[in-house]
Each structure stands twice: as structure tokens, then as C-alpha cells.
């Protein structure tokens, strides 16, 4: 597999990271719903020295919410931790963040005891739309390039309640080959790092195994659900092609164009709320999957 990975910042991140976390009360770990484990960073839970963590399960809104259910529920098996999931353009869950802080370190918040709460997650997971549903007005910066690094700031959410962004970029950590894809077809890894066609033939073939509907609903290519679960992946994504019209002179498909509709249709939400790996899954992938 191709990957051109980006360490060259990641121990400049770890140490802001370490050195922050040690005046932190509460760690957000934002990660992405449809993706969650493969978003996460595992670095992060070295760091956090104990440190009390809630997960942010952000961009619910395009994820499948009995997965979702799932993902929560293996969460709260772990320690010291919360989750709670949330599409980050909505101030009502942002806001009860600062409750579920407040209940996982109840001897903070106050002038003479603030809480201070770390925000971190890889590029384009929503940090800037979440601080800046918190905040209330455009604080923070969203939707820059993934990678492109920030002051970190801090901002006061009410008194005695500070928010902090990632210091540094926190590039996602890929240890299994289906993370790398999931990343890639979610857009949270650089353009270059995978091949498209490869990306969305894999989202593709697991789409076709677990959301054939979705499928059937968006492009419509096959007689029926069923049939379109027993289609070739090949025959499937030139099928695709073909009735979204990505195709070169001679009746030829335009594969790079296709994948670019496929991933786009993923990453907008135009194919459904879809969630592409559950904790089971993941925890298969650790076990027997290609490891990176
Ligand atoms: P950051 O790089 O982590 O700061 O991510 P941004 O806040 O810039 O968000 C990246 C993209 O995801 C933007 O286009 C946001 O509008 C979008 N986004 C953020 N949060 C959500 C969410 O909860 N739901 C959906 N559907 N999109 C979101």
C-alpha cells in the first residue's frame, strides 16, 4: 500500500500536547461518527496521563445512528471515560459539553478553580465548528486545510471555563490498512495519500455489503437491492460511472472522476447516514488485518 504519512510534526504536536495536558482538567477527544476508532488518535491516550476523557462523536448527523448507539456503548464500557455524539453545528449539545466536563472533574469550574478543558482531533474532524458553537461567534478558524498549523488558542467560555484548541496538528495514526482507507474516503487525510479509485472501490465493496440500499437508493444501477449486493465490485463502480455520466471520449469511464463522485456522495452525506466500521469490526481489523 502507498502512503506518504506526515510525521515530520507529529513529535512537536506530542510534546505541546504533553506539555498542555499537564494543566488540563478535562481531555475532548473529537473523533468522526461515521469513523470512529479509525479517527481516533491512539497516541492521545499515552498523553493524557489519566486525565479525564470525553468523546466527541461529531458529525452524527451523516453517521447511522444504531451504529452509532454501538460505538457508545462500547465507550462507556472504558474507564474515565464519556461519550456523546453530536453534529457540532448545533449549540444545544455543544453547550451540554460543559456539563459532561463539570461531571467528570466536579472539583473544577469556578474563579478560584477553573476547568480547563483540550480539544483535540485530526484535521477537518469539526474542532473550529464545535469551538465556534461554544464560544457563540467565529472564534476559531474552520475549514482550513487539513494540516495547516494554528496558534493554539484559548478561549473563555464562561467564567472560570476555559477551552484550549490542539497545539499543533494531530495527524491521525494508521495502524491498520482499512483505517487508512476509511480516513481517505472520509477526506481526512491528505489528497495524495491514497489513490482515489482504490478508496472509493473499498467503500464501495463495504457499502455494498452493508448499506446495498444506500446504494440502490443513490445510483440505482441494479434491478433491485439484491441484485445490486450481488454485483461485481468492478461492475458496480463502471455501472456507477456510467449513470453519473463520468466518462471519457470513446464511451470509456472516467475512473479518477467516478471515484471523485463516489467519495464526494460518502463525504456530503448524499448516500445516507452510513457509518463504515463498528467496534467489532475494528477490534477483527487489530487482530487480522493488514497492520501498518
Ligand atoms: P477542524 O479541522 O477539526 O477544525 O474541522 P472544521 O471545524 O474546519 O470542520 C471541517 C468540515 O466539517 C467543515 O466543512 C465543517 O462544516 C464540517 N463539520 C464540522 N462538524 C460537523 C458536523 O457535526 N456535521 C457535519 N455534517 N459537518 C460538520
Redo the contacts with the bound molecule.
Sequence with gaps: MNIQWFPGHMHLTRNAIGERVKTIDVVIEMVDARLPASSANPMLRELLRARPNLKVL??A??ADPVRTQLWLDWYAQQQNTRAVA????HSAPARALIEACLTLAPHRGGMDKPMRVLIC?I???????LINTMVGKRA?K???E?GVTRQEQRYVLQDGFYLFDTPGVLWPRIIVAQSGYNLAAAGSIGRNAFDDELVALELLAYLQRHYPQALQARYGVADNVSALAEMRDDALFEAIARKRGALLPGNRINAQKAAELILQDFRS?ALGRVTIETPEEFQQWLATGERL
Design positions: 461529531n458529525k448527523d451523516l453530536m453534529d457540532s453545528h482531533g484535521p477537518n474532524v469539526g474542532k473550529s465548528t476559531a474552520a475549514a482550513n487539513p452525506g
